[in-house]
Structures are given as C-alpha cells and as structure tokens.
C-alpha cells in the first residue's frame, strides 16, 4: 500500500511542476529543435520459396517448343529425331520404251509361184509373225502391262502397183471392251503409191506375253493380201508395215524384274552445333539408336548397302567408321509385298545399337560432319521364280530416326552465359541492406551435380570479384545404383549458404556485367551411367536471414 501512494504522489508532483511551469519553460522548448530522424534496425528470418517439380515440367515445356523430347513406357528420358532421308517413285525405277515392230513384204516375198499362177482380179494373202518382247532392261521378264497412258502409232505404205489390204492383228493386246487388235488399211491404188499413218490411243488396253521358246512375247500377225491386176511385179518394190508403241505409261506391271541399280548417293552432313560452344562436350551415351526403316510397296525386293558412314569429330578431326558386328546387315534385303498383296506395303527395318554396331562411338566422338554413301538395287534373292509387279504409284522410301535414350554420364559440361546489370542503380536500391544470409536446401533425386560461380565485370570486361570463392556445389548428384538408377536409401539433404553484406555490395558499385559459369556432371563423378526418368524430383526450400538499417531521412 506504501508504494502505492509514493507512485501517486510523484506522478502528482510531476503534473502541478509541468502545469505550473508551463509558461516559463514553454517560452525555452522550440519544437523546431525536434529530430525528424528516425532509424530502425530490424531483423527478419523467413521462408522465400519452397516446393518440388520434376523432370517431367522441364519435359513438357521442351515439347511445347521442340517436340523432340519424350519418354518410354518405364518413363525413362529420350531425345528423339527422325526424317524421310530419301524416297523413289515407280517412274523413276523402271520406265517402258518405245518399242518398233517393222514387217516388210519384198518383191521376193510376193513374186512366188502361187501368185504367179493366179488370174488377174484373183487375191491372195502372205503371212508373217513378228515377236515383241517388252523387256524394261536386258534379263527383265514381262508378263503383262495394264496400260495407263500411250499410243500405237502405224504406218502402212504399198509400192506394189495393185490394190489390196495390210492387217495387223494380235489376240495378246486387248481394248478396254475385251477385243484384240485388229487394224486395216486399205490399199486404195494399183500406182504403187500408197502410204497411210494413223495413231491410236492405248490407254485402258492390256498387253500380255505369251511363252515362247523360254521368252515371254508378244505376237503380232501382219498380213498383205494383194488382188491381182495385169501389172507385173517387179524387183524392188515392197510393202510394209511400221509399228511402234511410244509413250508407254502402266498401271500394273507384272513379271520378273532383273537386278538392276537404283541409286548411289554419296552426301556430307555438316552439324553447327558445336560452333558456338566454348567447350567440347563430354557426354557418354550408353544406349544410342539409329534406326531405317524402309516402306517399299514395289512388288519387287531391294538391297540396300551401306559403303560409308564415318564421323568427323569436333575436338580433334579424326574420323570414327561405322562398324558392323552382325556381317549380314549390310547390305541388307528389303523385302516386298507378293502378287497377292497389290496395293499394299511391306516395311523392313534395320537397327544400329550397341548390339549391332558401334554407333555410341561414334556419337561419343562428337562429331560436327558426318560423311555416308550408300547403294540401292533391285533384285530377286538367288534362286527366286516370284512373279514382281509395279503400280504406278508404287514407291519406296527411307525414313531414319535417330533415339538418345538419357541413359549416359559427363566428367563435366560448362555452361556460360552473360547478363548486362546495372549495379549501381540496384546497390542504391539495396543500400539499407546490412547483411543476408541466403539458404537453398535441397533434396535431389536427378542424378547430376550442378555447380556455379558467378563473376562481375566492369565495363570493359575486366573481372572484379566472384561470388564464390571457388565454384559452388548448388545441387548434389543423386546416389545411383549399379543400374545407374536412383538409390533413395542414400538420399540425403544438400544446404548451400550464400553471405552477402552491405561492404561486400559496395565493391561491386562498378560492375556492369555478369558472367554465370555452371557444371553439370553426373553421379560418381561421372564415372558411371547414370538413367534420367521424368518421376525424378528435386526438392527445394530458399530462405533467408537478413539485418537490416533503415534510416527515415534516407528514405
């Protein structure tokens, strides 16, 4: 109760010393004499950023752009490219010539005893046969020709001075109505002037080969029946006609198609990537993929041999071959659909791994020009009585993929970039900063180590300071197995601290520029494999602890 009353009674005190000074010490106090500055020291620890994503979101914005990228059943990574490399139509293959027939009756031919006999305005009629093989290239055997586009162009023409007819007849060409040829020309005159030329049109017909003597022919019957006039026939006259199929364009071609060579492309690929670079990256690919397939809808099987594919590598110019380790890949038959599978395509695909080839060295040797030339043919397997056939929108063509599984390992790749800042514009804004405190913690289930060093330059590019005194490990790799997979019973937390203070920032006043360095290298330093799957995670959390000094009048 004491000390009640001795706080009441001061504070009583002090209230009647003020109000009863008021007019006196009030004229002394000038609230001008007042400080405006206040300054404050506050401290502030707080989470920035916290959370997770997986390789799956870096995936799904490289698709957005690129569309190269996606991943297997297992979800394990893959770079993936393919393209038509080349491609052949029918009409580039196999193109049927003008063919000519030329039958010619001689004064001999005709001045025979039986027309010598004979009274005048009696006929008679001489006979011959001429065979037409439709051979494409010598060894080909034709059976029959659906004709899409052509003519047959003839000519008729008598020196003979009597009047008569010249016929040419063939059951083995066919009209669209089911009809054989048969064309006539009158021989209209007995001057021994007669000649006449006419064209017809084969579009629709069908010309077929008959067996004869081992060959497939086709026969055409030419016949000159002449009607005696009083005029004798003399030595040197004749009579005949011209035949020629010109133009010819098919439909369908049936029959046996000889070897024959389709193509020999040699090319140079050079690969840019590399130019800009400023180091030569050392990547390992454990599993990569080179696949053709080739979609031949030729009844007709091809070869295909690879004489060449070497690598030029970016780091020393060398060069590394494709080696095969299976000999019955190349060359490499291509198979065809059969007479029962018209309109149809077959494909045969041919697979260079780490199985078949040693195509991870060539992808290892970083290669900025590759070199191939390869040889394509026609041609029957030995020993083979197929019938092969052509449509005319038959082709063949040659697709390649090229597939990167990320299943691989680096001893370490450098990334540099170059960002233009205005540092003394942000030290100003930074200038209540004391001193920070930045912490990243980090669960990492990718297998790769990330570390950085930042450098700041001045404005002509000469180094000031670094942020590390050394390159700092901001990411730690993933543990792996011996299957380079992920071993979550080895995960552990990764902290990274980054300082900063209000002295540190002063120094760097002048710089104008900011170099960023990072390296990537995979788990075990990158002695081994390592595989990439989209479930992978990284795990994040940004914190910081930072004093600050904040001055009113400054503000």
Same mark, same amino acid.
């Given at each position: ?11 009583a005190?002090?209230l ?43 995936? @799904?914005?490289l698709?957005? *752009? $690129?569309?190269?990228v996606?991943?297997?059943? &297992? %979800? #394990? ?7 038509t490399?080349?491609s ?7 193109t ?6 030329r ?7 005709v001045?025979?005893a ?13 006979y011959k ?5 439709f051979?494409i ?27 008569? @007819?010249?016929?040419?007849t *063939? $059951?083995?060409?066919?009209d669209?109505?089911? &009809? %054989? #040829? ?7 005159n ?6 006449n ?13 008959d ?9 055409l019957?030419?016949?000159l ?20 199929f ?12 000889a ?5 020999s492309?040699?090319?140079?690929? @050079? ?7 400023d ?16 979609h ?5 099987p091809?070869?295909l ?14 060069y590394?071959?494709l ?10 038959q ?5 007479v029962d ?8 695909e ?12 060539l992808?290892?040797?970083?290669p ?9 043919s026609t041609?029957?397997p ?6 092969n056939?052509?449509l005319d ?31 003394d ?13 930045f ?10 180590e ?17 942020l ?14 011996s299957e380079?997979e ?40 990158g002695?081994?494999t ?21 001055n009113?009048?400054?503000?």
């Open positions: 109760m004491r000390s009640k009353s001795i706080i009441l009674t001061t504070t005190i002090i009647i010393l003020m109000t009863g000074a008021c007019d006196g010490y009030m004229d002394q106090f000038g609230l001008d004499r007042l400080s405006d500055e206040v300054e404050v020291h506050p401290s502030l620890a707080a989470p920035i950023a916290y959370g997770n994503f997986s390789i799956q979101d870096i995936l @799904e914005t698709n957005d *752009s $690129s569309g190269l996606g991943q297997t059943e &297992d %979800s #394990l990574i893959y770079i993936y490219y393919s393209d490399a080349y052949l139509n029918a009409a580039e293959l196999i049927i010539p003008n063919h000519i027939v039958e010619t009756y001689f004064e001999t031919d001045n025979v039986s027309w010598n006999l004979l009274p005048v305005g009696s006929e008679q009629t001489f046969r001429e065979l037409l093989e051979s290239e010598p060894g080909d055997r034709i059976d029959s020709i659906m004709v899409k586009a052509g003519s047959l162009d003839l000519e008729a023409y008598s020196q003979f001075r009597h009047s008569g @007819e010249l016929r040419v *063939s $059951s083995n060409i066919i669209p109505a089911g &009809d %054989s #040829l048969d064309i006539f020309f009158p021989i209209s007995t001057y021994g002037t007669f000649n030329t006419t064209s017809y049109d084969l579009a629709g017909y069908k010309i077929t080969m067996e004869i003597s081992g060959s497939a022919e086709t026969v019957n030419f016949n029946t002449l009607v005696k006039s009083p005029e004798p026939v003399s030595p040197g006259e004749e009579a005949g006609l011209r035949c020629e010109s133009a010819l364009e098919y439909d369908v071609v049936y029959g046996f198609i070897e024959r060579s389709i193509t492309l040699r090319e140079s690929l @050079e690969i840019g990537f590399f130019d800009q670079m180091e030569v990256p050392d990547i390992y690919f454990a599993d990569p993929q080179f696949n053709i397939a080739v031949n809808s030729f009844g007709v091809l070869s041999s690879i004489d060449t594919l070497r690598a030029r590598s970016f780091r020393d110019g060398l590394t071959y080696m095969f380790r299976d000999t019955t890949m190349n060359p490499f291509i198979y065809a659909p059969t599978q018209v309109g149809t395509e077959v494909t045969t041919l697979h260079f791994n780490v199985e078949t080839s040693n195509i991870d060295d992808i290892a040797s970083v900025d020009l590759i070199d191939f030339s390869f040889g394509a041609g029957n030995p020993g083979s009585t197929s019938q056939f052509l929108d038959s082709k063949m063509v040659v697709e390649t993929e090229m597939m990167l599984p990320m299943w691989l390992k680096t001893s370490g790749y450098t990334l540099t970039d170059t960002l233009d800042m205005a540092f514009s942000l030290l100003m804004n930074l200038s209540f900063l004391e001193e920070a405190l912490r990243l913690t980090t669960t990492n289930e990718w297998p790769l990330i570390s950085v060093q930042i450098y700041f330059l001045d404005a002509t590019d000469v180094k000031m300071d670094s590390f005194s050394e390159q700092k490990i901001l990411l730690n790799a993933a543990p792996v197995n380079g992920l071993d979550r019973s080895a995960l552990q937390e990764h902290v990274v601290d980054v300082e900063l203070t209000a002295e540190r920032l002063d120094d760097l006043e002048g710089a104008r520029k900011m170099v960023l360095k990072a390296r990537a290298v995979t788990s075990d330093n002695g081994s390592v595989k990439f799957y989209s479930s992978y995670l990284l795990h994040y959390k940004l914190a910081i602890d930072a004093d600050f000094r904040i009113s009048r400054e503000l």
